[in-house]
């Protein structure tokens, strides 16, 4: 069975570990692993925009030895002209994965399906799962190990970014808070496995729409737009329900002495963050932004070597 990760908890507990060590390895020494040497190509596409994630792949997809092709869906067949399961078989015998940021998860898991590639979700309407890799390599540096670690995530507890948070930080071990009114907070299933992972872990989930109790005490203060891609036409009603939510000094106040802020960016200071918070000294944003590299080239090296030896070209 071909190893995709189309969401957080395709990796057990200890796989994602193995893929965080591989990721500080990475960071330290750029070119240990060379799983795409000679120039293979993983395809990226995106149907919406993006600049850490198409950067990111780029450069890693280089680090390893390989070539990146990105590719905007409206210049290429996937954009509703070429179904996606004749898609994905035609990309696994040209590529060694397959990179895709788009609308439904249910594409993500058809393209998955139809391929002998590992299919990889660089973000989706319901999930962000790259983007947490890099985050929990971002609070291991800053604070150590993850199990047990409280953190508590503002905003629109019902996007993508509220979901992997969910779902990361459960199989993490770590004590997860979704701080959300309750027409933004997680789908019941969403909130249901991350707390069946939590059982196993050691770690716990909460749902509330008390800004002041989830702060309290939280080692990682994390924020995120409260207008994703794709919801644009709600933007006043999301400001005007979200607006409690802003991560601020004050509420920075009551978590930990030496609590960390993070935000996968594009941020809007002055909504979903105050400036003096992302810009200020808790705020590790860029190291953040950065681990994106890292932690996706240790992803691609771990389905790599778990897919190997390649099927790609065996059908
Ligand atoms: N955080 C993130 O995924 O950024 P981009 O939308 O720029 O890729
Ligand atoms: N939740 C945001 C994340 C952007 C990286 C969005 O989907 O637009």
Not at 169 to 178: E, F, K, P, S
Request: net charge negative; with cysteine; hydrophobic share 45%.
């Amino acid at each position: 069975m071909t190893r995709h990760f189309l969401r957080d908890d395709d990796l057990s507990p200890a796989e994602q570990l193995e893929v965080l060590d591989l990721a500080a390895r990475l960071k330290a020494d750029r070119f240990a692993e060379r799983p795409l040497e000679g120039g293979k190509t993983v395809a990226v596409f995106f149907d919406k925009t993006s600049t850490r994630t198409r950067v990111s792949f780029h450069v890693g997809i280089s680090d390893l030895g390989g070539s990146p092709l990105i590719i905007s869906s409206e210049s290429s067949q996937l954009g509703g002209k070429e179904s996606i399961g004749d898609t994905a078989r035609v990309l696994e015998r040209m590529v060694e994965a397959v990179v895709w940021r788009t609308y439904a998860q249910s594409g993500l898991e058809e393209m998955a399906a139809g391929t002998s590639v590992p299919v990889v979700n660089a973000l989706s309407d319901d999930f962000h799962p790259c983007q947490l890799l890099a985050d929990l390599q971002t609070v291991r540096e800053r604070r150590g190990d993850l199990p047990g670690q409280a953190v508590a995530f503002f905003g629109d507890g019902a996007s993508n970014m509220g979901n992997s948070y969910l779902l990361a930080c459960a199989t993490a071990g770590m004590h997860v808070r979704i701080c959300a009114p309750g027409a933004f907070q997680p789908a019941a299933e969403v909130i249901a496995d991350a707390t069946r992972i939590a059982a196993e872990t050691g770690g716990s989930v909460t749902v509330t729409d008390d800004p002041a109790a989830a702060a309290r005490g939280a080692d990682v203060m994390v924020t995120d737009t409260w207008v994703s891609m794709g919801v644009e036409g709600e933007k006043q009603q999301r400001i005007d329900a979200l607006a409690p939510f802003q991560v601020t000094s004050e509420l920075m106040g009551l978590a930990a002495d030496d609590a960390m802020f993070l935000h996968c960016l594009p941020a809007y200071r002055g909504y979903e963050v105050q400036a003096e918070v992302i810009d200020g000294p808790a705020s590790a944003v860029w190291d953040e932004a950065e681990n994106r590299v890292h932690a996706q080239k240790a992803l691609l090296a771990w389905l790599l070597a778990k897919n190997a030896p390649s099927a790609a070209h065996e059908r």
